[in-house]
């Protein structure tokens, strides 16, 4: 399979280096859409061979939709990749070798890793997401944590993607946070939440009260964190301080 990479940034001098790199291996085309960087992201990508193309920020949705649409890239499948994340050695082989057999894209698993690269295998644990598509079959959902819509049948690649969820500290994850919990707010008050948010946003949408706790039940015991010892606790009591925050900005 020939696949382009499309990597979406905004002031990833600290990742993007290594996010590149990691897909060297698989494409010749890989595409740097960059958010305005302030620090050196885009001298970093370009040294190592990247297309650059900038555009303001816009929300998720807008922006994601707004480069699949006005990109040009080399070829009909692309993968994409966020900053933070690495594509492991056995995800490269597993696409570079993938035939399509009539699928329009594939979901892809995340190997999570905290904020000193322990894995949480239950406590972030997720289900697939698209990232790997053919560019005119799929469109993006929501200002935050887009949810992705293809036209055609979805498959489930086998390796994962190693994505480093704190590699600019727990200061960084917390002002992100704020402002997703902002956003989030809005859209709850808004009635802009849908059936293909996480069961647990569904269900708790409209309760105003007790956020904290029902996510961290949901954590450490329906989703099993606790088996992931100390950091799993610690990862969940941060989670569920952010839906503390979205219960704050909707009152």
Same mark, same amino acid.
């Given at each position: 399979? &020939? ?11 600290? /990742? ?7 897909? %060297?291996?698989?494409?010749?085309? =890989? ?11 885009? !001298? ?7 297309? =650059? ?11 994601? +939709?707004?480069? @699949? +649409? /006005? =990109? ?13 994340? #690495? ?32 894995? @949480?295998?239950?406590?972030? &644990? ?10 005119? +079959? =799929? ?5 935050? /944590? ?21 590699? !600019? ?6 002002? &992100? ?5 902002? #956003? ?5 008050? +808004?009635? %802009?939440? /849908? ?5 647990? &946003? ?11 706790? @029902? #996510?961290?039940?949901? %954590?450490?015991?329906?989703?099993? $964190?606790?088996?992931? $010892? ?13 839906? %503390? ?5 909707? #009152?």
């Amino acid at each position: 399979m &020939k696949v382009s990479v499309l990597i979406l940034t905004l002031n990833e001098e600290l /990742n993007i280096a290594e996010c590149i790199r990691s897909v %060297q291996g698989l494409t010749d085309d =890989i595409i740097v859409f960059d958010s305005i960087s302030s620090d050196n992201t885009v !001298k970093i990508a370009s040294d190592l061979g990247a297309r =650059i193309v900038e555009r303001e920020f816009s929300g998720w949705a807008a922006h994601q +939709n707004w480069a @699949l +649409n /006005n =990109i040009r890239f080399k070829y009909d499948w692309v993968l994409y990749v966020d900053a933070d994340e #690495r594509v492991s050695t056995d995800l490269l082989y597993e696409i570079s070798n993938l035939e399509p057999d009539g699928f329009k894209a594939f979901k892809v698993f995340r190997d999570n890793r905290f904020i000193s690269g322990e894995s @949480l295998k239950f406590s972030m &644990k997720c289900p697939g997401i698209v990232r790997l598509f053919t560019v005119n +079959n =799929i469109f993006y959902q929501r200002d935050i /944590n887009p949810v992705a819509f293809v036209d055609g049948k979805v498959g489930k690649l086998k390796s994962k993607l190693i994505h480093y969820n704190f590699s !600019k500290g727990v200061d960084e994850w917390l002002f &992100k946070h704020i402002d997703y919990a902002k #956003r989030e707010a809005l859209e709850f008050r +808004n009635g %802009q939440f /849908n059936q293909n948010l996480p069961i647990l &946003k569904r269900r708790t949408a409209n309760i105003v009260r007790f956020r904290f706790v @029902l #996510r961290m039940i949901y %954590q450490l015991v329906f989703k099993l $964190g606790i088996l992931d $010892g100390y950091a799993g606790f610690r990862y969940s009591v941060l989670i569920s301080f952010y839906e %503390q925050l979205i219960e704050e900005y909707m #009152r």
